[in-house]
């Protein structure tokens, strides 16, 4: 089935350091990507949506040059999360769309970010 | 705008009991609805969706949902819960006038022997 690969899956930080996460497609090309932020016990917070190719569409809230997204190829999209603080500390997943004819959306198995 | 509630934020049931866990939506159109199930320490999993047909979807672990239109709903249940059903449950939505996917707030279940 189509994986999504999330890399790192943990990672620690100074504050004021910026950290980078990738996620790859591994056996399909996605042309667009979603980013989520989970906090402890909470939901999942849709960040941005990535298409391959041009800006990300950042949601309402979302720092767009704190929260940095490249979608540079049609398998790899990144989150850079630049000058980090402790309270962007949470668990970051990514999410690649299949389409109605699969099972709709697959997901990374997540990051876990610890500024301190 | 679109959002997605689940009103069961912490659900505690002991095992052989009856699940149902409630899922609205605020949108009167076309939808594709999901449920996903997060064990503890780990990813997110697909119970089932529905994106057309019979309203009625039958999921992985004896899982199934019923979407009724009328009531924006699609609530998730089973008949027989067992220890290992303990997670967190999702209901999600894409909205079709959009590609994302939006994320209800979350229900706990807990299941003891």
């Known amino acids: 089935g189509a994986v999504v690969s999330q890399h790192p899956s943990w990672v620690i930080c100074k504050s004021g350091t910026s950290v980078k996460i990738e996620c790859r497609s591994l056996d399909f090309q996605a042309t667009t990507m979603f980013w989520y932020r989970q906090f402890p016990k909470q939901s999942l917070m849709l960040m941005a949506t990535?298409?391959?190719?041009?800006?990300?569409?950042?949601e309402q809230g979302v720092e767009k040059d704190k929260f940095l997204i490249n979608h540079a190829s049609l398998t790899l999209s990144t989150l850079t999360v630049t000058s980090a603080h402790p309270e962007d500390s949470s668990f970051y997943i990514c999410?690649?769309?299949?389409?109605?004819?699969?099972?709709?959306?697959?997901f990374g198995s997540g990051t876990r970010l610890t500024v301190v | 705008a679109q959002s997605v509630s689940q009103h069961n934020h912490h659900v505690i049931l002991s095992e052989a009991a009856s699940l149902e866990l409630g899922c609205n939506y605020s949108?009167?159109?076309?939808?594709?609805l999901f449920w996903y199930v997060q064990y503890p320490g780990q990813h997110l999993q697909l119970l089932l969706k529905y994106f057309s047909g019979d309203p009625l979807v039958k999921g992985i672990k004896g899982f199934e949902a019923e979407f009724i239109k009328s009531k924006f709903s699609f609530n998730l249940r089973k008949p027989s819960v067992q220890w290992s059903d303990t997670a967190e449950y999702f209901c999600a939505v894409n909205f079709y006038n959009t590609d994302k996917l939006i994320f209800g707030t979350g229900t706990r279940l807990q299941v003891f022997p």
């Open positions: 999410s690649a769309e299949l389409g109605r004819g699969a099972d709709g959306y697959t």
């Open positions: 990535s298409n391959e190719g041009s800006k990300a569409t950042y």
């Open positions: 949108y009167g159109g076309t939808v594709n």
